[in-house]
């Protein structure tokens, strides 16, 4: 089995900082791609950001300046700081990671449970 779990949701005002984590655990040989994406209300989800395990980053253009993707390959983990948050990047946040859970095998993407952010005008 393999788990992801995220933190770091919550309510703030426009302007304010949240930093989200992830953390992959459970029977795993390498972890590829992690990402963040998210999903508002009657939206469809969405990437916000990703990262390689080499450390090359992608992001969409909504978040560009305002968002930074972290990891830590030691702990499975990835990170999201989210800085000069606005109503617009209120959704429920998803985390993401391409997982090999054996030598030799296939990866497979896995989804965390996901954490609300809302924020407030």
């Known amino acids: 089995q393999v788990q992801l779990v995220e933190s770091g949701g919550g309510l703030v005002q426009a302007g304010g900082s949240l930093r989200l984590s992830c953390a992959a655990s459970?029977?795993?040989?390498?972890?590829?791609?992690m990402g963040w994406y998210r999903q508002a209300a009657g939206k469809q989800r969405e990437l916000v950001a990703a990262?390689?395990?080499?450390?090359?980053?992608n992001y969409a253009d909504s978040v560009k300046g305002r968002f930074t993707i972290s990891r830590d390959n030691t702990k499975n983990a990835v990170y999201l700081q989210m800085n000069s948050l606005q109503p617009e990047d209120t959704a429920v946040y998803y985390c993401n990671a391409d997982i090999r859970r054996r030598f030799g095998d296939m990866s497979y993407g896995y989804w965390g449970q996901g954490t609300q952010v809302t924020v407030s005008s």
């Open positions: 990262i390689t395990s080499g450390g090359s980053t």
């Open positions: 459970g029977r795993i040989f390498s972890v590829n791609t």
